[in-house]
């Protein structure tokens, strides 16, 4: 069980155990189960019959049979319907697998690997996950920091990124100033690898040189020592403030594109248009004319 928040690298943790692994000349097969609707998942991991529910016009293989001989990535395990982590629990208990639809069940062998950006812990005191399937996985725990608790692999994760993104982009950077370098040692980091990535990446697209240089990094890292917010930006007072300008910060720096934003903020692009609609309603009751309709957003 890998956990730590979004942005630490836990799938890369993840494919680093598997590909040095006995099983690595099998299959590494990914499901994040905050990705797909609770209707899908149970077929997804567990696979069906034809006829087993309406539009299953064919029988189909699940991600636990796929995995077989090889390593089941499950990221988000906490978001997972408590229906399925008791399903999850007797195949992992029983190595037996059983589509929907089927009364015979297929002999399984597979590592499973799962991640969380959440406590275990306290999902379990909120009755949002099991502990005996949490106690199940928890055989090798893995707690991966954040990137602002190791700031020695930031060098070497930051070389790393300008070479991956001036061979994307052809371009011939290869290298960062020292004030460039000091920027990002100084900053917080609440998109951990993610958005230390993110900003490398436009780094080697404002380039004018062979090297990065401060002016080439996205704005909000030259507004002083970790400092979210511009200079002349009105300081937040409340949590709430300050959730609300760093959003609108990142929404800036990425040219309004939510995709790109949701992965630097390690948040589900639904989470940034239910924002929208908030803020909308917000500014609407305000004025005293209600709220938004569901169909207008």
Known sequence: LITGES???KELAAKAIHYNSTRRRSRFVPLNCAGIPETLLESELFGHERGAFTGATASRRGLIEEAHGGTLF???IA???????????????DKEVRPLGSNRPSVVDFRIIAATNKDPRNRIAAGAFRDDLFFRLNVAGIALPHLR??????????????QKHAAAQGRSVSGISRDALALLEAYRWPGNVRELENAIERGVAFASSDAIRPDDLPSYLLGGRGSLLDAG??????????????????????GGDRDRAARILGVHPRTLRRRDRRVMNERVSDRGTGSIPETSV
Request: no cysteine; glycine share 6%.
């Open 74 to 76: 499950l990221d988000e």
């Open 233 to 254: 930006t009105e300081q937040p007072t409340t949590l709430k403030e300050f959730q609300e300008q760093y959003i609108a910060r990142i929404l800036t720096e990425t």
């Open 7 to 9: 942005g630490t690298g």
């Open 149 to 162: 608790e190791r700031v020695g692999d930031l060098r070497l994760l930051t070389q790393h990124f300008i």
């Open 79 to 93: 978001e997972m319907p408590m229906l399925l982590q008791a399903k999850l629990l007797r195949v992992l208990d």
